[in-house]
């Protein structure tokens, strides 16, 4: 088992930024693929973006390309999610996965998953 835990999140005005962290523990950080979904009030959950074991691949769904920035820390068993220019259709509760498969863009086959975070932008 691995298990996530999401900090970081909260409300910013349009154009801000926030850092989003990811702390795992259970099995080796290193051998998962980790990344981050997200779900807006009344829609599906989304891929964001993932990141690779070593840190060396990333992936991005097109609509935060730019703006968003994935790290990860196998040192400290930390992935994040640095977020500029956050726009309202950003607001959704966002999720921290970890997976064996890279790139995992598939919610109902996402490995692990932690208890999420709210992010509100306000216009």
């Known amino acids: 088992q691995v298990q996530l835990v999401e900090s970081g999140g909260g409300l910013v005005q349009a154009g801000g930024s926030l850092r989003l962290s990811c702390a795992a523990s259970?099995?080796?950080?290193?051998?998962?693929?980790m990344g981050w979904f997200r779900q807006a009030p009344g829609k599906e959950r989304e891929f964001v973006v993932t990141i690779n074991r070593s840190g060396s691949r990333t992936y991005y769904t097109d609509s935060v390309k730019g703006r968003f920035t994935i790290s990860r820390d196998n040192a400290k068993n930390t992935v994040y999610l640095q977020m500029n220019n956050l726009k309202p259709e950003d607001t959704a509760v966002y999720y921290c996965?970890?997976?064996?498969?890279?790139?995992?863009?598939?919610?109902?086959?996402?490995?692990?998953w932690g208890q999420g975070t709210q992010v509100t932008v306000s216009s």
């Open positions: 259970g099995r080796t950080f290193s051998n998962y693929c």
């Open positions: 996965t970890a997976d064996l498969e890279y790139p995992q863009t598939i919610a109902k086959v996402v490995d692990y």
